[in-house]
């Protein structure tokens, strides 16, 4: 069994990273004298596969457990949703000492920690994530939120779990388009703070992609560990946790520029990698050499690495300057300078970012 700590004082946590330990949850649960009343929420395709697991666990260990259960997917990361978890917690009579558990992806996590900071002021949360992209990302660092209409994740707070538990047994389920979405994320580490995490994700691919355990194992730890360290720095993304959306400018922009209908998140943060590395190179910040390693590695996975046609710098920058992250009309990059590290960058000329963006069309 692997930890990694998440220091934040007395909001601090434990990551725990095995293989087939859904099942030892309740008694992990019992050091933390929760009310015995807890809920899971999860979504029907989850709880079909791990619901069982997790509720006998927690019962076993002398807890009282319901389940809410609400829709697959991201359309239904919304308040309407929240308000009937929230609601079922009120039936269920959950109390301020009360536990609910997150099982699922980021959807799941992302809802219910939001549910749970602003029920009763806040009760605890355990997260259960069961995609690749939830264990080294969503999981940690406490971000929670639902989406507006007006826009993705406009609503939310920062609320950090008591517990993240990873069983990777649970990937063998997923399906294979989201374990990519989650190696985009891995590379993303690898490019802003841990070249022999590029360099092991280029070594071993095949033992990876084949869910190969302690393999599995290595990058999720390390994921979660520089998650752990850079929200440890800055929880509140006034500063240096602003490098973890390295390839989400341009990400988002092709997400929103597509619908959200043709790329998942992963996807997008793919192409988004590989842009702004171009930038990087563009303003003088990286060499080609680097760019191409970038390039390789995702195109090896089997991501995405280049626009589709008919995106382009007219299309996607005005989307880029409505991003959360631009500021006085000023776009943010996270601009590579060598694999292992970036640097927060404004003020780059318009005429780079469309080359960047124009480039191998
Ligand atoms: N809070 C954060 O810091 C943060 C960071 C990154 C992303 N996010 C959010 O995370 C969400 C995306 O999360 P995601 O990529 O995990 O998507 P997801 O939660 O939608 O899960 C993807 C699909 O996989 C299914 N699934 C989950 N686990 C499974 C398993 N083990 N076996 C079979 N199927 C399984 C789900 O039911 C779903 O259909 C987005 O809403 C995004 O905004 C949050």
Known sequence: MQTVKVDLGERSYDIVIDAGILSGIGERMKEFRFSPKTAIVSNPTVFK??????????RNAGFECFSVIIPDGEIYKNYNQTYQILTEFLKNKLDRNSCVIALGGGVIGDITGFA????????????????????????????????????KNMIGTFYQP????IDIDTLKTLPKRELLCGIAEIIKYGVIWDEELFESLEKNRDAILTLDADRLTHIIKRSCGIKAEVVSKDERESGLRAILNYGHTVGHAVETGTGYSKFLHGEAVA????IEARL?????????????EIKALIDSY???????????????????????????GEMKFILPEKIGTVSIRKGINIEDITKALSKGR
């Open 162 to 165: 008591k517990l993240v538990w």
């Open 116 to 151: 749970a900071s602003i029920y009763m002021r806040g009760i605890h949360f355990i997260q259960v994530p069961t995609t690749l992209l939830s264990q080294v990302d969503s999981s940690v660092g406490g971000k929670t939120g639902v989406n507006h209409e007006s826009g």
């Open 49 to 58: 596969l791990y619901g069982d697991a997790v509720m006998n666990s927690i």
């Open 302 to 328: 089997g991501l995405p690495s280049e626009l589709p046609e008919g995106l382009n710098a007219d299309n996607l920058i005005p989307h880029m300057m409505l991003d959360k992250k631009t500021e006085a």
């Open 280 to 292: 990087s190179e563009i303003t003088g910040l990286m060499d080609t050499k680097q760019v191409s």
């Open 271 to 274: 192409i988004g990698m590989h």
